[in-house]
């Protein structure tokens, strides 16, 4: 774009005949540059294409750009597209006058409204963008970016048109061609043509709803401080909180430890001496304690060993302890004792899982598991163990049988007393059955039919009888509890079941020794 004596002059518009005649004309030094005012002239290149340029020689410090023809044919198109608008006028390379800005293309309405048209068809930055904006808006003019592709990822919004048409793009026949182009319109929300959008964006009612750049970075930069004030207020109330919890948890833990103290100087282990443990498959320890609502005594009990601590000690609750044959138990003892104690109650307590515990049987005040398992070992007692019904048994209890001699295992041939005679059998001691020595399956000498003779039969009879008689003393021994068919025996003690005279770890209540009866037992 140059000046000639106040006339305004487009190279790309100028006819070529009047191009060339524009030498010849007597006014042609007067030609100057729109961008800095210097002495120009007009050439035109191998291709053709008409452009001013200094003269040379001429120093410049203005910055000419350099104008792609896809440049040039997309300001033609938008000022042939604006100017078929009504009341709407386009001048292309519309300087500042004081060079703040040059418009590509400069759209007039009647009523003083004005928009500038930037092509921009290389790469620029995003400040860049916002910059020459927000020149334009200080003059009251609108900015429109042609671009050929989006610019959604900028944090500013433009108003922009796409066009997919870049520097690379091949030229159409016609410029105003390039209005019939297609793209998706980020303004619009939709595809549709690039002459479209211009004339949405010459409409009368068309209005920007984001605000200047200036604005909208004020308005992020309002956003974020008060973001980063939200962000310190919520870091200091999380931290008040923080100290509040740890205060109520202080204290929580405080009372809780006065608790535990009154618990455990309540407690006290109930007296035995006067009552032995009673009889059981288990040891059971108890305690005497009372409730801390109101004071209520109750025995609580448990079936490990209060010596032994273990790492989940804090999550404890009454598990097997609240089995039938345990409760069983601790009744029997509580009738022995006959003091009136009452027995603590085993409830489910609210939360996750089927948690359970100990509560008072009168007010139901729940008595912590981790109160039980705080309890000093010299606060419990045992009441219930494996034991057995005769002193002798209880004295061997837990003895092995005595190893056979090694003579008696020793058996001695003797020499012939001469030769060609039989030689004696001679036999070891002999074995019983009952005795621990004794290997194999056991005998069955009932059968009277295969005695050989009458020493034999006496001798099956009386197994016989001896038999009976031991079958008489199992249904009558008050431990066991016979079946319907009554060779079939439920031991009351420990719940096992044995057929016949078959008694086994039950015999002399060995089912309740500690170490005296195998795995699967049972």
């Known amino acids: 774009m140059a000046y000639l004596n106040g006339e305004r002059l487009d190279a790309t518009e100028v006819p070529h005949v009047q191009w060339r005649a524009l030498a010849t004309r007597a006014d042609y030094p007067d030609l100057v540059l729109i961008e800095c005012g210097l002495r120009a002239k007009r050439v035109t290149s191998n291709r053709g294409r008409q452009f001013f340029a200094h003269l040379p020689l001429v120093d410049c410090e203005a910055e000419h750009k350099s104008e792609s023809p896809q440049h040039l044919a997309m300001k033609r198109a938008l000022k042939e597209r604006i100017n078929a608008a009504p009341g709407w006028s386009a001048e292309v390379e519309v300087r500042h006058p004081e060079g703040a800005w040059t418009a590509d293309v400069l759209a007039i309405h009647e009523n003083g409204r004005r928009l500038a048209f930037e092509v921009q068809l290389s790469q620029q930055t995003e400040e860049e963008y916002t910059h020459r904006s927000q020149r334009y808006v200080d003059d009251r003019i609108g900015p429109v970016w042609v ?66 750049p200036r604005h909208q970075l004020e308005e992020r930069e309002r956003s974020a401080r008060e973001e980063a004030e939200r962000a310190a207020a919520a870091q200091e109330e999380a931290a008040r909180l923080a100290e509040e919890k740890r205060h109520r948890a202080e204290e929580a833990a405080r009372a809780e430890a006065e608790r535990v103290t009154r618990f455990i100087s309540s407690a006290r282990g109930p007296g035995v001496d006067s009552v032995r443990p009673v009889v059981a498959a288990m040891t059971i320890w108890a305690s005497e304690v009372r409730c801390l609502k109101a004071g209520h005594p109750m025995l609580i009990w448990r079936l490990t060993d209060p010596g032994i601590t273990k790492a989940n000690d804090h999550d404890w609750m009454p598990r097997s302890e609240n089995f039938d044959n345990v409760r069983k138990r601790i009744d029997n003892w ?54 057995r019904i005769s002193e002798e048994a209880r004295a061997a209890l837990y003895q092995r049988p005595a190893p056979l001699l090694e003579a008696a295992l020793t ?7 001469s030769p060609g005679l039989p030689v004696e059998p001679v036999h070891g001691p002999v074995i019983q059955e009952g005795d621990p020595g004794f290997v194999g399956p056991r005998r069955w000498s009932h059968w009277m039919s295969e005695a050989r003779d009458a020493d034999e039969i006496a001798e099956r009879q009386a197994a016989k009888d001896a038999r009976a008689a031991r079958m008489r003393e199992i249904r009558e021994n008050p431990r066991y509890i016979g079946s319907a068919n009554g060779f079939r025996f439920r031991c009351t003690d420990c719940g096992g079941v044995f057929e016949d005279d ?21």
């Open 147 to 212: 671009v050929p592709n989006g610019l959604e990822q900028f944090v500013v919004r433009l108003p922009m048109i796409v066009t997919g048409f870049g520097k690379t793009s091949p030229l159409p026949e016609e410029s105003v061609d390039l209005m019939s182009w297609i793209a998706y319109q980020p303004l619009a929300g939709k595809v549709c043509q690039v002459g479209t959008m211009v004339d949405t964006l010459l409409a009368p009612s068309f209005r920007w709803p984001y605000g200047t």
């Open 334 to 387: 509580l009738t022995a004792v006959g003091t009136g104690l009452a027995k603590a109650g085993v409830h489910r307590i609210q939360g996750t899982g089927h948690r359970r515990a100990f509560t008072c049987p009168d007010c139901t005040d729940v008595i912590r598991g981790s109160w039980v398992t705080a309890l000093p070992s010299g606060k419990w007692s045992v009441i219930a163990q494996g034991s």
């Open 411 to 417: 058996v001695t041939r003797p020499v012939a007393s």
């Open 502 to 522: 078959n008694e086994g770890i039950h015999a002399n209540s060995r089912c309740l020794s500690v170490g005296g009866r195998p795995p699967g037992w049972r």
